[in-house]
């Protein structure tokens, strides 16, 4: 079975965790240390905080930048950790539509649902395809709205020349083993104030104020002593999947490359497929095609067929306004409780081989829906 997603891993990764392994520093220490300073360079961030996970990264995000008691606009079409952090916050979302070709948040939607309550705007750049960011930070501001980035499908992403990582109040990243920088599980956040920098790192380590690597840098002393000023959470990166990280960073750009080879190749594959519609990439982005998701009809019937030739399928995503426990929060998205039902994601993956490309290309275009007479 070709699976949908797989991670790339080396003997850079196995060599990283095994030099960890054996200096017996396997908490948060130097190569999370080493791993935030590398990461906020690649993105032109002056800051990223070493996190266990990207959802971690959404909830203390939405934390520092004070939405508690008030709304968050954000998008349905997303994991459901993205709207969870908002709850874990004591805020309300507020689902606003997305646009019908990239399936991000739309801005118009947005502007409709701001009220006095709005604390914050959530976007995600959905599949690694950058959210117009300008639209959305003008009108934010106009607003004086903090504006929070889930970038989990992101890493590597550009909007208009520059990474996604420095635009908004904080960014959001995934770690996540199929994410395009794999570390099995992590994740971080990217902001450019060194008050907020400093908030998350006590934030992440329980409220600590000094993290146990810190007081052991002392060369005099290990410095025992640390006061605990608020309650925080056990979020902090280990060095174990920092290292893996450190050397998927190194790798990223040449992974990332790979991915939109992959997608080029379906993209001219299907390219005369009328029945099929193929992801878009808007002539101000470089997507870091996280996913390739197509839109089809017959859609069960479409997954069951690739699932006979052992080609592996998902649906990226229900919309999550529709889970029973969102009901609460529930508001008509017509474009959204639409679209989802033709979503299909094919295999995407550096280590893909063309070999295999080239039988899902074969595979689908085998696929004739006229053939059946039910929309399923």
Sequence with gaps: MIPVFRPTVGDEEIAAVSEVLRSGWWGLGPKTKEFETEFAKYVGANYAVGLNSATAALHLALKVIGVEGGEVITTPMTFISTNHAILYNNAIPVFADIEEDTLNIDVRDIERKITPRTKAIMVVHYGGHPCDLDEILALARSKGIKVVEDAAHACGAEYKGKRIGSFSDATCFSFHAVKNLAMGEGGAITVQDENLDRWLRRLRWMGITKSTWDRSEDVSKYSWYYNVEEVGYKYHLSDVAAAIGLAQLRKLERTNARRREIAARYDKGFADLEWLERPVERAYVKSSRH?????????????????????????????????????????????????WQRLVTLPLFPDLTDEQIDFIIESVRSFHPSRFSHDA
Excluded: C, W
Excluded at 310 to 328: E, F, Q, R
């Design 291 to 339: 996913n390739y998701v197509v839109k089809v009809p017959k859609r069960d019937r479409f997954m069951a067929y690739l699932q006979e030739k052992g080609i592996a399928t998902s649906v990226h995503y229900i919309p999550n306004h529709l889970y029973a426990m969102y009901k609460p929060y529930y508001t008509p998205l017509p474009i959204a409780e639409s679209v």
